[in-house]
Every structure is written in structure tokens, then in C-alpha cells.
């Protein structure tokens, strides 16, 4: 598990190869992150916005941006966790991911960014 600390919100990441959604043989690999954000400071924050960048091992980048995560903005109390799974594909066996989280603490309605840790997208195979 990858972990960061930004202005009292912890970012953790976990990966899942999905070999049952990928299909190596037209360069397509699909890879499944749990993450887990936990506000360890001590006012509510919100997650307003992302801003994702994916790599390929080819070069290949590619940015993505929008609001919330998986359709929610979620409000996160001192003390709690928000966790969410989603999805990226890439062409191929191995990648990163990297971002931010636009976020706004609720007592005086500021924005600060969250730092996403780069974490590494493999299949398994090619770990030996």
C-alpha cells in the first residue's frame, strides 16, 4: 500500500490486476485501485474535484479531470475515512498513476490540493 499526508488528509492506495477484463493480445489491460482517504486534521473537508495522470511503460500519457470520485464529493469528519474502488485500462503491462484532490476545508470554505502518491500499475507476471 502507497500512503501520502497533505494538509492533514491521508492518501492510501491499493492495485488489482484484472486479467478477466484484459486482453493482452490486443493491448489492453485493465487494472482495478482501492483508495482510501482519511482525515487525520482536525476540521471537515470535501472533496470537490480530481485530476488524474496515467502512464503507460510505452511513454503514452494521458490526463483526466472532473468532479468528486466515483460520482460523490464526499464530506470527510476528523477521524473518518472515505474509500472508493475504480478503474483505469492501459495499453500496456505496466503504468503509473499520480493526482491531486481539489479539496475545501468546511470551517472557512478554503481550497488546498491532496497529493495522490504515484503508484505503480503491473500485472503480475511481470513481477518475476
Known amino acids: 500500500m502507497i500512503t501520502t499526508i497533505t494538509d492533514g488528509v491521508k492518501v492510501s492506495v491499493e ?3 484484472q486479467p478477466e477484463y484484459s486482453n493482452p493480445a ?7 485501485y482501492k483508495i ?3 482525515n487525520v486534521g482536525h476540521n471537515a473537508v470535501q472533496l ?4 488524474w495522470e496515467i502512464f503507460d511503460s510505452n511513454g503514452a500519457k494521458r490526463e483526466v479531470e472532473g468532479e468528486g470520485v466515483v ?3 464526499p464530506v470527510i ?3 473518518s475515512t472515505h474509500e472508493y474502488v ?3 485500462n492501459l495499453k500496456t503491462d505496466m503504468g503509473s498513476m499520480k493526482g ?3 479539496m475545501v476545508r468546511l470551517m472557512d470554505d478554503a481550497a488546498f490540493d491532496v497529493q495522490i502518491p504515484e503508484f505503480y500499475l503491473v500485472a503480475p507476471y511481470r513481477m518475476n
Open 15 to 17: 492495485t488489482i490486476y
Open 26 to 32: 490486443n493491448d489492453h489491460y485493465m487494472f482495478a
Open 36 to 38: 482510501s482517504i482519511e
Open 48 to 51: 470537490m474535484r480530481r485530476h
Open 71 to 73: 460520482g460523490q464529493q
Open 77 to 79: 469528519e476528523p477521524g
Open 86 to 88: 475504480s478503474g483505469c
Open 100 to 102: 491531486q484532490y481539489q
